[in-house]
C-alpha cells in the first residue's frame, strides 16, 4: 500500500505537470466504490477547469481547481497515478508483461480515471486493480471526515506527542504508529523500518516506551520517511512513479518483508509476527 512517501513522490512529480493546466476532457469508467462522486457528475465538474494546487495530507492527494473545487485522491492499496504515456510492466496487466516493446500501455478496465489538456499531451491516468483508491470532489470550503481525523504529518512526528499518545495506550507499539489519528502518513512499511533504527521491538506495548525512546522513534519516522522520499519509494508490489520510474527504497529495507533472512547488523534472523491483521518484521536481537 502507498504511504506517505510514495504519495509525496507521486505529488513532487505531478505538480509540474499538471499545476497551470485547464482540463479539456474527462473519461471516468462504470460507477463503483473507487468513485465517491459518481461518475458521470465528477465528469461534468472538471471539464474546462483550470489545476491551480496539489497538495498532500498524510497519505491523501488534494488537486485544487480554479473554482475553488477541490479533488480528493487517494491510492489506496493499488492505485496508480500517472502522466500519459509513461512505460512500466506495474501499469499493464500481468497478460501483457511478455509483450512490453518499451511502447505505453494501452487503456485497460482497471483505468478509472482519465484526464486530458487543453494543451495537449501527456493526459494524466487514475488506475486501480482493487479499486480500493478513491476520487471525490470537494465543493468550495468543504472538509472530508477522512482529512479531519488525520493527526500530525509524519514528516514532522514529534517525541513529546508520540510520547503523551503512548501514556494513554496499552496496545503495541506498532499499532500506535500505524494510527492515522496519531502520525498521519505512517504504514506498514516505515513503522516496521523506524522501530528497528530504534531498537524497539514492534510488539512492545505502547505504555512500555520511554520518553527517550519517543523522542528518538519521532526522529527515525522522519529520517526513514525523508530517505524514502529521496529514493522514489518502496516499489514493492505495484507503486510505480508517474513517469513510469520505481521507487529504490526497497533496496535498503533493513526488516520489512525479510523475515528468515539475516539482520544486516547482527545477523540474528528476521522475524515476522502479525500484530492487529498486519505483518510485521523485527530482528529479536536488535529489538527490545
Known sequence: MPELPEVEVTRRLLAPHVIGRVIHSVRCGPPSYFFLTPPRRLAAALGGQKIVSLERQGKYLLMGLGDGQRVLLHLGMTGQLFMAGAVSPRLMRVADHAGLSGSPPTRDRHTHLELEFEDGPPG??????????????????????????LGVDALQADGEQLFSAARKRSAPIKTLLLDQGVLAGVGNIYADEALFMTGIRPTRGARRVSRKECLLLAENVQRVLTRSIETGGSSISDFVAPDGQDGQFQNERQVYAREGEACGRCAATIVRVVIGQRSSHYCPRCQR
Open 124 to 149: 494524466l491516468r487514475f488506475r486501480d486493480v482493487r479499486k480500493f483508491g478513491k476520487v471525490r470532489l470537494l465543493a468550495p470550503g468543504q472538509g472530508d471526515p477522512r482529512l479531519d481525523k
